[in-house]
């Protein structure tokens, strides 16, 4: 994981956390989501990396080589393919994937994750195609884009404007974990805690106050699913 060779790294030079963030040009908070493994550092945060110290790009994505580049550093020919990518239509995706190690996931607008069982074309922005070591064998997954406010309630875990992926099948409430809720107003990502005949929705941020859900008052189940992969914006 990135996030745990981040940490082998900074132990290693005697770096503090707080040091590792400013070289990268992030918030301490959002460095320690990385070597927690939950989220993924974004393009400019690792060019940030590699300009202030001397780690190996190539190791840090794949684990493979040495922690540290030599003087000839790597050529960017040598880089993984990255974990994913994105594309209007199923016939833009790069011809030198495997697809058979990559899952391909519609991005779709909330309200259409949160409502409908079956997703038709033309409900469907893009596709999101992300390696299936990023989610496993799941397999009733969508994914949709946070908006600037419901994004920014989920920060610094989930940052305004990401892209997350939601198993549908996935409904179990766990503590901690994030989940897709629908709401009267569309769909929402917060951690989630059952009370009585009540959902309560919990921020990240603690700027942003929890909502609390009558269900009794709903027809429907409200939660979508369980968040289980997100692409942080730069």
Excluded: H
Excluded at 98 to 126: C, K, Q, W
Excluded at 207 to 221: N, Q, R, V
Aim: charged share 30%.
């Amino acid at each position: 994981m990135i996030g745990t060779r981040l940490r082998e790294y900074r132990l290693e030079k005697g770096l503090k956390s707080a040091e590792m963030a400013a070289r990268m040009g992030i918030s301490q908070g959002g460095y320690s989501g990385l070597e927690n493994n939950k989220s993924d550092p974004s393009a400019e945060s690792l060019k940030n990396l590699i300009k202030r110290t001397n780690i190996n790009l190539y190791w840090l994505l794949t684990g493979k080589g040495n922690p540290e580049r030599d003087k000839d550093g790597i050529s960017l020919n040598s880089l993984p393919r990255p974990a994913v990518t994105f594309v209007k239509n199923i016939k833009e995706i790069p011809s030198d994937i495997r697809i058979e190690e990559y899952v391909t996931i519609p991005l779709v607008a909330g309200s259409i994750a949160a409502g409908d069982p079956i997703i038709s074309e033309e409900m469907i922005e893009g596709w999101a195609v992300i390696q299936r070591s990023q989610v496993g064998k799941r397999e009733n997954l969508v994914a949709i884009k946070l908006d600037e406010k419901d994004g920014k309630s989920m920060e610094p875990l989930i940052r305004a404007g990401s892209m997350v992926a939601i198993d549908r099948e996935d409904k179990e409430i766990v503590k901690g974990k994030p989940f897709a809720v629908r709401t009267s107003w569309g769909c929402t990502v917060k951690f989630i805690k059952r009370a009585a005949d009540a959902l309560i929705l919990i921020p990240q941020n603690k700027d942003y106050e929890p909502e609390i859900l009558d269900l009794g008052d709903l027809s429907y189940d409200p939660i979508v699913g369980r968040v289980i992969w997100n692409w942080q914006t730069f």
